[in-house]
């Protein structure tokens, strides 16, 4: 080891990636994989719960499934997974070792919110996709237009409600402890309850765009699937992005400000 | 223009004040950092690597704010007291990883030469949480040395590790110091910083106690008045005795066939205590310092500041 040097060093793409590869394992534990298989089964033996009366007799039964997937679900997940990257390493206080290092903090968070893409984002294509095709073939039929169009509106929806919510979700993480009591709170009362049916109101909730997302997907057919449209898909997907750079932006400055234990 | 400058430093969470108006400069070397267990050493070190802001003063670390530019720029490395490791990693994966976000070309590489530093396997495939403590504080070490930081923290390093793994912590750190680097290690434990044979910083209850090399904290705590109890079956002849010799400043009898005595010169009252007792031909059961505990020290030194 050589004397000191008083170099100053600024780590490039190289400190995002140890970033990421520090966040993983917090995210990718035995219990939230099983979690992960336990939610994409779930979504397989509620489907098959509905009775074939209900299949044929129309959309609404088998409408009210896709929407508890993309609605109630995925967001459930993606708040159980992300609300822990940076939130476990704050409460064990090992985010002091990448904390103390000159790696920038908009790097430490992005790497953490990859890390917890990588469980929520296939999740939430596999579950909403699987739905899809659930739904699709006893109703439209997959082979249709409208059927393809159901599976690629839930499939962008399952996208877009896991880069919408897990950045924010990470961020919150990183700041409360009841970061999860919170966003249940907030997905279970504020989507679901009060913004879903009060126009105005709803432009204040995620949920809005990732059914606008959905929605953009539609034709005329597939229109009766349609959640709750409110903005133009064009419109929701530059939300989404921006949810997404405003709760990395948030994740780097809740880091920055942390007092590490 | 020191390597680090604390002025004014106060720290306090609530009611409780953890650092109480530190200023201090430490330069280049091995610096003890010397206090029992809640004197406010690990507050001091923690506000002095930007771990948190300080309620009042400024920590100056190389000349700059360490909170606002954090590690500045991998100039300054902590070994943190607490035990939590990212435990599903193995110890090379967890240094390395560390070099990268450092901004260390060859990580891998570093991480190997760190790891081989602190004594332990960098081909070893176990995850952290498999670590006996000895294994953790050395990979804690390890994670420090991959930036090659001038300005090394160190919170109770030698916590956990055995007589063996003590002497290269010890030799390590001087050898750190040797090379020009600054190396500031706490502990609670006087006979360790003894071994660091370095200048020692001494805080007591959240204040400044006392500062300077080892030998002149050493005298200063042998020279402070000592309190010495004496169990004989002559207590009164004995308390006479000694009074006569002029070996004690003050004498009283706490309890029967107990004398307690207080002395500035430790050294001689033992000898005195033993030729006036054999003089009078009084029997001594028991000698017995009691204010010899490292809290009485700091206490001492606290008050005389």
Known sequence: MSAPAGTIRRP????????????????LTKGRVIGAVALVLLVVVQFTALSPEDLNS??????????????????????????????????????????????PRWQLALGHIGAALTLTLPVAVVTSGGAAVAVGSSTVGLDSPAGRSLLAGALAAGVAAALAYTPLVVALGARFKRASTFAFVYIFLWEQL??????????????????????????????????????????????????????????????KGANVE | MSVIELRGLSKWFGDVVAINEVSLDIDS??????GPNGAGKSTLLRVLCGLTRPSQGTVRVLGENPRSKPSLGGRLALVPQQEALPERLTGRR????????????????????????VELDPTDKRPLKTYSKG???????????????????????????????????????????????TVLVSSHVLE????????????????????????????????????????TDDPRGLANALVSADAVSNISFPKPGTVLCQTENVGRFRTEVITQARDIGARLTEIRPTDDDLESVFRYLVERR
């Open chain 2, 192 to 231: 360790e910083v003894e071994r660091f044979g370095s200048r020692v910083v001494v805080l007591a209850q959240a204040r400044l106690a006392a500062e300077g090399d080892f030998r002149e904290i050493r005298e200063l705590m042998d020279d402070r008045p000592h309190s010495i109890s004496v169990t």
């Open chain 2, 29 to 34: 070397g091995v610096t003890a950092l010397l």
């Open chain 1, 58 to 103: 129309g959309i609404t039964p088998t409408i009210l499934f896709l929407k508890l997937v993309i609605s109630v679900l995925v967001p459930v997940f993606t708040v159980a997974t992300a609300s822990n990257v940076l939130g476990a390493a704050v409460a064990d206080g090992t985010l002091v070792y990448p904390w103390l290092r000159p790696a």
């Open chain 2, 94 to 117: 967890f240094v390395s990883l560390m070099a990268a976000m450092s901004g260390i070309p060859q990580a891998e590489k570093a991480a190997v030469a760190a790891i081989e530093r």
């Open chain 1, 12 to 27: 490039g793409f190289a400190g995002l990636v140890a970033a990421y590869r520090f966040g993983l394992p917090a995210v």
């Open chain 1, 194 to 255: 009060f913004a879903r049916n009060s126009t105005g109101i709803n432009r204040i909730a995620i949920q809005t765009y990732v059914r606008s997302v959905y929605y953009g997907f539609g034709d005329e057919e597939s229109s009766n699937f349609e959640l709750g449209s409110v903005v133009s898909p064009t419109t929701a997907w530059l939300v989404i992005v921006g949810l997404v750079l405003a709760g990395t932006a948030l994740t780097a400055l809740v880091v």
């Open chain 2, 135 to 181: 294994m953790r504080q050395r990979i804690k070490v390890a994670q420090a040395l991959v930036g090659e930081p001038e300005v090394i923290v160190l919170d109770e390093p030698l916590e956990g590790l055995d007589p063996r793994q003590r002497v290269l912590m010890i030799d390590l750190f001087r050898s750190l110091g040797a090379e020009g680097r």
